[in-house]
Antibody, heavy 120, light 106 residues
Framework: QVQLVQSGSELKKPGASVKISCKASGYTFTNYAMHWVRQAPGQGLEWVAWINTNTGNPTYAQGFTGRFVFSSDTSVSTTYLQINSLKAEDTAIYYC?????????????WGQGTMVTVSS | DIQMTQSPSTLSASVGDRVTITCRASQSISSRLAWYQQKPGKAPKLLIYKASTLESGVPSRFSGSGSGTEFTLTIGSLQPDDFATYYCQQYNSYWTFGQGTKVEIK
């Protein structure tokens, strides 16, 4: 069946880096874009970035440029989100979600989420 | 950037109630509006897209309406499984979520 399986929880110190993954299965990976969405504890959903899985070209939301790096490896149907120079405010659940390349551009399948905790 | 504003933030209701959630966009988004349901500890689930089209498998008690800047999500007869947080999302220009509406048991 169609699914996105994310890597496990991470506990990092401020200033460190983390790289989380999202592995797709059950569909043709390059037929869909991949997105990341962040949810801070007790808060709402915030769109982070998307990547064209055909070209590997990422686009970031405002506020997520510089420290966030979104990459893709079509050979293993997996996308990665790396966050550098971690801050306490990066503590959140990060979800990956797939989106078609044509309307409606909605998030129809989601990963289970990866909890990233930044604490000294 | 397009801002999405939901109301109310919290809604207390009983099983069987008809429930309506409103979502307003800061500028016109045509009908490029989706609704998601999120339960505690779970990923969001797509309910409705193009303002009023039900995603496959979603119960018919859910309905959506609106276009331009004002949209509504209606649950015709609230069921125990529907107590959750609901988010609207625009996809007309990048992607933006509303702040969420928690539907809780009265």
């Amino acid at each position: 069946q169609v699914q996105l399986v994310q890597s496990g929880s991470e506990l990092k110190k401020p200033g460190a880096s983390v790289k989380i993954s999202c592995k797709a299965s059950g569909y043709t990976f390059t037929n869909y874009a991949m997105h990341w969405v962040r949810q801070a504890p007790g808060q709402g959903l915030e769109w982070v970035a998307w990547i064209n899985t055909n070209t590997g070209n990422p686009t970031y939301a405002q506020g997520f440029t510089g420290r966030f790096v979104f990459s893709s490896d079509t050979s293993v149907s997996t996308t990665y989100l790396q966050i550098n120079s971690l801050k306490a405010e990066d503590t959140a659940i990060y979800y990956c979600a797939r989106v078609r390349y044509f309307d409606p551009l909605v998030f129809d399948i989601w990963g289970q989420g990866t909890m990233v905790t930044v604490s000294s | 950037d397009i801002q999405m504003t939901q109301s109310p933030s919290t809604l207390s209701a009983s099983v069987g109630d008809r429930v309506t959630i409103t979502c307003r966009a800061s500028q016109s988004i045509s009908s490029r509006l989706a609704w998601y349901q999120q339960k505690p500890g779970k990923a969001p689930k797509l309910l409705i897209y193009k303002a009023s089209t039900l995603e496959s498998g979603v119960p018919s008690r859910f309905s959506g309406s609106g276009s331009g800047t004002e949209f509504t999500l209606t649950i015709g007869s609230l069921q125990p499984d529907d107590f959750a947080t609901y988010y609207c999302q625009q996809y007309n220009s990048y992607w933006t979520f509303g702040q969420g509406t928690k539907v809780e048991i009265k």
